[in-house]
């Protein structure tokens, strides 16, 4: 897949508002965004280093992914999400080695990139997103 970096780390919180005080004020980090997906039921807020973010996740369901994700396992890190390029291509590739996809064609993520998700059967227990950013730098 050759992933051009780390595009996000999720980070699932109970609350941004409880959150941010320790990015903003101990690590010195700016929130630029803060957004709901309400297709996935979270609200989310992203903080940029260097090439990554850092997307807290605050659920608006309890039946939403991070919602049952905060009931099982208590807050943490959800998801590591790498940036790669022709994100369908990839994603046929994926399946072609028998990874086990959440979802099999991309769809419209927060910031408005392209996103799909690799299940944590698949990849050692760390739920994995792909990304793609049609605008991003490199591929102008
Ligand atoms: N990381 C690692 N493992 C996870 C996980 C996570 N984030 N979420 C669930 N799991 C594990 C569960 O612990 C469970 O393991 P065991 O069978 O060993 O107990 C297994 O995956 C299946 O979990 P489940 O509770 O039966 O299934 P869920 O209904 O919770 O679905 C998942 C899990 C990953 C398929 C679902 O959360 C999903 O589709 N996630 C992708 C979408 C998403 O997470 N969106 C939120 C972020 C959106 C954004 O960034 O904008």
Known sequence: M??????????????????????EKVLGLKCYNIEEVADQKVKTAFFMIGQTKIELLESTDPEGPVGKFIEKRGEGIHHIAFAVDNLEERLREAEAAGIRLIDTAPRKGAEGLSIAFIHPKSTFGVLTELCEDKNSEHKK
């Not at 595009?7 to 990015?23: C, K, M, Q, R, T």
């Open 2 to 23: 050759k992933p051009t970096h780390i595009e996000h780390i999720g980070i699932a919180v109970n609350s941004i508002a409880d959150a941010l005080p320790f990015y």
